[in-house]
């Protein structure tokens, strides 16, 4: 698709949130947070014609690298939310995206995620084929700590196994990343969520996960974080770190 005259480098999205996104405390889940945040930085990309359409005609297509969430507070039902992300660097094959949410003006959420470009026929990395000058790269952090590799020399302990199923799979045909966080909360004490105590998720996402995959969950924990990993065969595929207020 071409770049839309509506383009612009920074890009803002309204939300209003349905019962649909609630927990059952009526605030937001933090897996629907985390597809707003595909879907915004998804719409953004359409606009500026590095869309998965798009790059699908060079056989490529974005995947997640890292992600790190900073929550000051969750909306809840029927908070419209205001939802704006830019492109901090783009070099190669690999980009950092910011994302902000607004809550009456107030920043309520950051996050910064990390991108990498991979040819969909090969499923390596690959330099990204379209052009991007148009996009200005913007300077600006939405976190106060930026995404990193996350220390995953603990002792874990297995607490659950994960079959692949069909709902679980994008257009990239692979399992989706929030599909990794929320197999991981199915595994953390619900009082803590519900009761809002995460300050931070950190994510690392590291091999693609495919139908039919059998992969171990497994986590470590104390007072003021959790770590869990998702592997498969013995190969690290996702590690989540979250930090608790």
């Not at 939310?81 to 980009?95: A, D, F, G, P, Q």
């Not at 106060?144 to 659950?160: L, Q, R």
């Not at 197999?183 to 994510?203: G, H, R, T």
């Not at 869990?228 to 590690?239: C, G, N, P, V």
Request: with cysteine; charged share 25%; hydrophobic share 40%.
């Amino acid at each position: 698709m071409p770049i839309s005259p509506n383009f612009t480098s920074i890009y803002e999205q309204e939300f209003e949130l349905s019962f649909l996104n609630c927990y059952p405390n009526g605030l937001l889940k933090y897996t629907d947070l985390c597809n707003f945040i595909q879907v915004v930085a998804g719409n953004h990309a359409d606009l500026g014609g590095i869309s998965y359409s798009d790059m699908q005609t060079q056989n490529q297509a974005w995947v997640v690298s890292r992600m790190r969430l900073e929550i000051a507070k969750l909306p809840k039902w029927r908070d419209k939310v205001v939802v704006k992300t830019w492109i901090k660097t783009l070099e190669n094959s690999r980009s950092i995206r910011c994302i902000e949410f607004y809550l009456n003006d107030e920043k309520i959420i950051g996050c910064e995620t990390f991108w990498v470009v991979i040819n969909t026929k090969t499923r390596k990395p690959d330099i990204l084929a379209l052009p991007h000058n148009h996009f200005e790269k913007i300077d600006s952090n939405a976190t106060n700590s930026p995404t990193d590799k996350i220390n995953t020399n603990e002792e874990f302990k297995k607490v659950g196994t994960k079959k692949v199923l069909f709902s679980d799979l994008d257009v990239v045909n692979h399992a989706n990343n929030v599909k990794y966080l929320e197999w991981c909360l199915d595994y953390e004490n619900p009082k803590n969520l519900l009761l809002s105590k995460v300050k931070a998720f950190d994510m690392n996402f590291m091999r693609e996960l495919n139908l039919n995959n059998e992969a171990i969950i497994a986590k470590s924990s104390n007072d003021t974080e959790s770590i869990f990993t998702i592997s498969l065969e013995d190969k690290m595929a996702y590690a989540l770190k979250i930090e608790w207020k």
